[in-house]
């Protein structure tokens, strides 16, 4: 059974309402207005997941491309198909090559967008129907569902898609939700935040770097004393 965590996400000028403990967040590496994420708004969370999401109708992020010495490469994780978004045409044009290439592919949206998604990528020339089925991830948007019910269906296949994280909980629909970790009196609405149930393994959080070897030898001639200790206990017991 996938571990769940919390998954924040906003635009970029609410990046700072974010919790800074955050064990996953979601971000736009396209847009305007105060949508995209600058480098420094990344950076402020070095502990946490990073899921990187492309918002344009074209998929400029998130189309594959290959740099000068022909690697595969991509600058999104995931394709949000909201309005005035991207769409589920343009996502299934996509999908091909980003699996022909070994890479993940992910979509955002709700559930009557990924059904129309699963349709189209079910019809892409060349590929029988079927072809992706288990093999794209999904991100799910679904207020009408509670924060349990989304948990539920982490790790589920629906419509052909693996559900790698179920986002129940917005400004709109859920106004008053105080902000996980949050600040102080901090909700939803006054923090423009996004919740999520996620897979803590789906673009998961770094591990944290080995503690120095000084650190690890100290804790090692602990242990040590301790086992020595017992063990003189337990000869005097037996003298």
Not at 51 to 75: C, E, F, H, I, W
Not at 148 to 156: F, M, Q, R, S, Y
């Amino acid at each position: 059974m996938a571990q769940l965590v919390t998954m924040f996400d906003t635009i970029g000028d609410d990046y700072t309402n974010i919790p800074l403990n955050a064990p996953k967040i979601g971000g736009y590496v396209t847009g305007t207005g105060g949508v995209l994420w600058g480098a420094h708004a990344w950076a402020r969370f070095p502990r946490s997941g990073h899921v990187r999401t492309d918002q344009t109708p074209s998929g400029s992020a998130y189309a594959m491309r290959r740099d000068p010495g022909g690697k595969a490469t991509v600058l999104a994780d995931c394709y949000d198909m909201e309005d005035w978004a991207g769409t589920p045409t343009r996502f299934a044009q996509m999908v091909p090559d980003r699996h022909d290439a070994g890479l993940p592919n992910c979509g955002y949206g709700t559930p009557s967008t990924m059904a129309t998604a699963a349709a189209l990528l079910d019809q892409v020339p060349g590929r029988a129907a079927g072809w992706w089925h288990g093999r794209v991830d999904w991100w799910l948007a679904d207020p009408d569902l509670n924060e349990h019910e989304a948990a539920a269906l982490v790790g589920t296949i629906m419509h052909g898609f693996v559900i790698r994280a179920v986002q129940w909980a917005t400004p709109t629909t859920n106004p008053g939700t105080p902000v996980p970790d949050g600040a102080p009196g901090a909700t939803l609405k006054s923090a423009n935040l996004d919740l999520s149930v996620a897979d803590a393994a789906w673009f998961p959080a770094p591990k944290p770097p080995p503690a120095p070897w000084q650190v690890q030898a100290l804790q090692l001639a602990r242990e040590n004393v301790q086992h020595a200790q017992a063990l003189v206990a337990f000869l005097e017991a037996h003298q």
